[in-house]
C-alpha cells in the first residue's frame, strides 16, 4: 500500500482551453501513475515572478513541488519527476534501476528537456503570441518539431515503448507536448512544413498508447481546474 502522504505541487494553468502548460502536466502523470495523494495550489501568472511563489521557484515558473514527507523543495519537472521515481517507484513501475535501461531512461529524458520542450515551446510562441509574425522563425521551429518528432518514430519502429517492453517515465515526458503539436502547426505560416501525423505513424501509435492510459485520462480531465486533489490508491 502507498503510504498515508501529501504531495503538493505548485503551479497554474492558464485558463484558456488551447492554453495547456505541459510541465505542471507531466508532474501530474507520474503522480497519477505512482497512486500518489497531492493537491495542487493555483498561481496566477502575474505572481510567477514574486513572492511566495518564488520562494519555492527563484525562476518564477511552473511547476515547484513541496514534498511534506521529506520537506524537500524542488522546481524543474525533470528534476521533479526525477525526484518522484527515485523515492516512490520503489517496484519500478515507470523505471529500470540498472545499466543500461537506467541510463537509457536518462538519455531520453534529457533529449525531451533540451529537445522537445525548448524547440516546441518556442514554435508555440513564434505561431500563437509573438507580436510579429516571423515567417524565419516559424518555419525553423516547425523544421525542429517534425525533426525531433522523425527521431522518435524512427527510434519506435518495430518497438512499443523508447526503453525495454514498458511504458516508463521517459515515454511519459513527451506525451504532453506530443498533444499540443497538431495545434501549434496549424497557427503557423510555414506552409512547406504542415503538420501530418500519418507521416509519422511510430510517433501516432506511441502517443496513442499513452494517451489511453488512465492517468492520462484524469489528467487530460482535470487540466482547465484551478484545484486539483486526489487521496492516492494502492500501489
Excluded at 511563489?53 to 523543495?73: E, S
Excluded at 516508463?168 to 497538431?182: E, G, I, P, R, S
Excluded at 501549434?184 to 507521416?199: L, R
Excluded at 511510430?202 to 499513452?210: C, G, L, T
Aim: net charge negative; glycine share 6%; proline share 6%.
Amino acid at each position: 500500500m502507498v503510504e498515508d502522504r501529501r504531495l503538493i505541487e505548485r503551479f497554474c494553468l492558464c485558463s484558456s482551453p488551447t492554453d495547456i502548460v505541459p510541465n505542471p502536466a507531466k508532474v501530474l502523470i507520474i503522480l497519477e501513475e505512482l497512486g500518489l495523494p497531492y493537491e495542487t495550489s493555483w498561481v496566477e501568472l502575474e505572481d510567477l515572478k514574486r513572492e511566495p511563489f518564488t520562494k519555492y521557484n527563484p525562476n518564477g515558473k511552473v511547476p515547484a513541488i513541496i514534498d511534506p514527507n521529506t520537506d524537500i523543495v524542488l522546481f524543474e519537472s525533470g528534476a521533479i519527476v526525477a525526484y518522484l521515481i527515485d523515492t516512490y517507484d520503489k517496484e519500478n513501475k515507470l523505471n529500470y534501476p540498472s545499466s543500461p535501461g537506467k541510463y537509457q531512461l536518462l538519455q531520453w529524458s534529457f533529449f525531451q528537456a533540451s529537445g522537445q520542450g525548448p524547440y516546441f515551446g518556442q514554435a508555440a510562441w513564434f505561431n500563437l503570441y509573438h507580436p510579429e509574425k516571423l515567417a524565419s522563425a516559424q518555419t525553423r521551429y516547425a523544421k525542429e518539431i517534425k525533426r525531433v518528432i522523425g527521431v522518435l518514430d524512427a527510434t519506435l519502429a518495430g518497438r512499443d515503448w523508447l526503453v525495454g517492453d514498458k511504458c516508463t517515465y521517459a515515454d511519459l515526458a513527451f506525451v504532453m507536448w506530443n498533444t499540443q503539436v497538431a495545434f501549434v502547426m496549424a497557427a503557423g505560416t510555414a506552409t512547406d512544413e504542415k503538420w501530418d501525423v500519418a507521416d509519422f505513424p511510430n510517433f501516432k501509435r506511441w502517443q496513442e498508447a499513452m494517451l489511453a492510459r488512465e492517468s492520462l485520462k484524469r489528467v487530460l480531465s482535470v487540466l482547465q481546474e484551478k484545484e486539483v486533489k486526489s487521496a492516492g490508491k494502492s500501489a
